[in-house]
């Protein structure tokens, strides 16, 4: 079949905060994409990155199935799945709303495996020979 000019990649459907006309990221496929300047933008405590609410739910109703974070001023991308915010996410208000935060180590990180994951798998294999030690001596 020939190339008939369908486009290359999915529309982007815009994200928006409530009460704002300027979207603050879109979606994509299945990734919900935004841009922050870290600087201002990452919490300090815990360090985390945080989410209106309305802006997960309404990516999540537009197909994303990850968020993705770009920190404009280091090109740090962080990346989540957006039920692991809703799941391990705490929620965060400080004067901007009804916003859910996720902490540093539960994202990936320019495409590496999250800390936290890394953490508890070191945990789980440095936990394995104890669990079997003594056995068949």
Sequence with gaps: MAYNGAKRH???????????STPIGFVQGNVFCKWIQGSKHILRTPRAIAFDRST????????????????????????ARIDAIWTHGFSVNRGYGSQIGLTLNRF????KPAAA???SNKAIQAAQPSLFGGMGE
Excluded: C, S
């Excluded at 999915?10 to 704002?20: L, Q």
């Excluded at 309404?58 to 990346?79: L, S």
């Excluded at 990936?108 to 495409?111: A, I, K, M, S, T």
């Design 117 to 119: 994951t890394f953490e």
């Design 56 to 79: 997960l739910a309404d990516a999540e109703r537009a197909g994303a199935v990850f968020a993705q974070v770009t920190d404009d001023e280091t090109k740090t991308v962080y990346r």
């Design 108 to 111: 990936d990180v320019n495409g």
């Design 10 to 20: 999915p529309e982007k459907t815009p994200i928006f905060v409530a009460g704002r």
